[in-house]
């Protein structure tokens, strides 16, 4: 049977329409699938550029345990190598017994404000019979700063604290007592003793 001449173009025109009918419906069930794979995720709708908290900071100095500037050094930390007049300004005298000088004392004439050094963690809070109250806290590079003497506390164990944080407040102690008001400061590197002069001002990276 001979095909009438119109018969070809419709037929054409009918197989495009469906092509296009069969993308159409498939684009659409992609599109619900990939909707109902996002249908779970939690979008941002406010900018978070704000909040962002350096990885790295600068680094830190380590800082004067105290802000009043009329705070002075009244007994240095002693060191055999100092020459005779430091070493006398380093030396503690208690109960008819000269000792050298583990730390160094600030004293002013009235009560001060004692902070830390550093950023860290308070490790400990005690009473010790010589020195009175004391707070130690553990810095980075295990570094230990000790704050001694202290007339009131104002931190707890256990606490995260920044640099500049108020540890306390100063006052007396008794093997100390010829210096009235007064912060006696002890730093420990890796358990070692160290001046603390010798680390105050410096980067702590660098020590």
Request: cysteine-free.
């Given at each position: 049977m001979k095909l009438k001449p119109f018969v070809f173009p419709v037929l054409y025109i009918s197989l495009i329409f469906m092509l296009i009918l069969g993308?159409?419906?498939t684009s659409q069930a992609m599109k619900s699938d990939v909707e109902d794979s996002l249908s779970d995720v939690t979008y941002v709708s406010s900018v978070i550029l704000g909040d962002i908290v350096p990885v790295v900071n600068t680094e830190a100095t380590v800082s004067n345990p105290y802000v009043l500037e009329s705070v002075k050094i009244k007994r240095y930390f002693y060191n055999a190598e100092d020459d005779i007049d430091k070493q006398k300004e380093s030396i503690v005298y208690y109960d008819n017994t000269y000792m050298p000088n583990t730390g160094v004392d600030y004293v002013n004439e009235e009560k001060f404000e004692v902070v830390s050094i550093l950023d860290g963690t308070?490790?400990?809070?005690?009473e010790d019979e010589l020195l009175g109250k004391i707070v130690e806290v553990r810095h980075e590079n295990e570094f230990v700063s000790s704050y001694a003497g202290l007339s009131e506390i104002s931190v707890q164990k256990g606490e995260a604290i920044t640099q500049g944080t108020k540890i306390g407040t100063s006052g007396t102690n008794k093997i100390n007592e010829s210096l009235g008001n007064h912060l006696h400061l002890e730093i420990y590197?890796?358990?070692v003793n160290v001046d603390?002069?010798?680390v105050i001002g410096?980067?702590?990276g660098d020590l």
């Open positions: 993308l159409f419906f308070i490790i400990d809070i005690k590197k890796n358990g603390p002069l010798k410096q980067k702590l």
